[in-house]
């Protein structure tokens, strides 16, 4: 179970995002080190702003759609998925919190929460997703999601 302290809004890891590792705890790195050859030859190098849009988005249990859009703001980092035929093409926010890691090679996104949790989120305001009060309500959700397991 995640700390009470979970910010959804911050990435957990920056070697995780960047596909360092895939260890089953991404809020620190495996015991035996990081995978040998992790970042592979198309990783981005330290510092290298990352553009996700158009990567597959993987839940626990099944794609669930593309980034459509992303932020790198420093307090609320984000991803905009379009799930596609999936939930009717509906669009969905995703707290950069929920990113375990990140496949360059492959353009994926894998996040720790089910398509059902995902399905289940608030819907995505694209006139409201700046403001912090929609942030917020979003955050709630995904932050509760921890505490329930």
């Not at 995703?94 to 949790?117: K, W």
């Amino acid at each position: 179970m995640q700390p009470s302290t979970f910010n959804p809004w911050t990435w957990r890891d920056p070697s995780a995002l960047a596909g360092g590792y895939s260890g089953a705890n991404p809020d620190s790195a495996p015991p035996d080190g990081p995978e040998p050859g992790g970042d592979g030859p198309d990783a981005p190098g330290p510092g290298t702003p990352l553009d996700l849009v158009g990567y597959r988005v993987e839940a626990t249990d099944g794609r669930i759609g593309s980034v459509d859009e992303a932020s790198d703001d420093t307090d609320a980092r984000w991803l905009v998925v379009d799930t596609g035929p999936w939930i009717f093409g509906r669009k969905v926010l995703l707290p950069a919190g929920t990113v375990t890691r990140v496949d360059h090679l492959d353009r994926t996104v894998h996040v720790d929460r089910t398509r059902d949790q995902v399905k289940d989120s608030p819907a995505f305001d694209p006139d409201a997703y700046g403001e912090p009060g929609y942030r917020d309500r979003i955050g709630d959700y995904y932050r509760e999601s921890y505490r329930q397991g």
